[in-house]
């Protein structure tokens, strides 16, 4: 059974840091590649950052571009996301999920809560 | 990276057929067949249901299609089920390793 664990949400100031993990088993961790995704309280789903399956490329949404991080170890198959310089705007609850390409995000995590209050 | 447009919400009787649209741009949704439908219960996981424009994960009841039409994707449910009520986003890859995703849209089962 393919599962995506979440860790590492909670509450943080503006301008504060925090790491996401999203830890993957039930399938080859190492052929897929890995998005995060965020949904504000009540809001849409927005795309945040995607990395390759070897972890070599990275891209990201504008609105977290140099302040987020998205990194992979592929030994221990787990996903991570750096956030740096937290806004408030960047509240949300955050998933991981994965896809064979650039098609379909087909298994996600079960979102894990980020606050950013001052 | 703008949001693809859908309807906020739409409705319909079960047994009926209800379509949701999802309007990109060329460099979106017009660009690549690789447009995707996300269904969302409240307070739930997101769950694939179409990905590649037209093709369903096993699993998905085939009362589930989509489409695209140049810039504009659709996805229409067939046999309405109660069940069906929820919340669907449409995604579209946007080049150079982007995706955006579309606002969501409410279905409700009258």
């Known amino acids: 059974e393919v599962q995506l664990v979440e860790s590492g949400g909670g509450l943080v100031q503006p301008g504060g840091s925090l790491r996401l993990s999203c830890a993957a088993s039930?399938?080859?961790?190492?052929?897929?590649?890995m998005h995060w995704v965020r949904q504000a309280p009540g809001k849409g789903l927005v795309w945040v950052s995607r990395?390759?399956?070897?972890?070599?490329?990275?891209t990201y949404a504008d609105s977290v571009k140099g302040r987020f991080t998205i990194s992979r170890d592929n030994a221990k198959n787990t996903l991570y996301l750096q956030m740096d310089s937290l806004r408030a705007e960047d509240t949300a609850v955050y998933y991981c999920?994965?896809?064979?390409?650039?098609?379909?995000?087909?298994?996600w995590g079960q979102g894990n809560l980020v606050t950013v209050f001052s | 990276q703008s949001a693809l447009t859908q309807p906020r919400s739409v409705s319909g009787s079960p047994g009926q057929s209800v379509t949701i649209s999802c309007t990109g741009t060329s460099s979106d949704v017009g660009g690549y067949n690789y447009v995707s439908w996300y269904q969302q219960h409240p307070g739930k996981v997101p769950k694939l249901i179409i990905y590649?424009?037209?093709k369903r994960p096993s699993g998905v009841p085939d009362r589930f299609s989509g489409s695209k039409s140049g810039n504009t994707a659709s996805l229409t449910i067939s046999g309405l089920q109660a069940e069906d009520e929820a919340d669907y986003y449409c995604?579209?890859?946007?080049?150079?390793?982007?995706?955006?995703f579309g606002g969501g849209t409410k279905l409700t089962v009258l």
């Open positions: 990395i390759n399956s070897d972890g070599s490329s990275t």
């Open positions: 999920a994965s896809s064979p390409n650039r098609g379909g995000l087909d298994y």
């Open positions: 995604c579209s890859y946007a080049g150079s390793y982007t995706w955006v």
């Open positions: 590649d424009v037209s």
């Open positions: 039930g399938f080859t961790f190492s052929s897929y590649w």
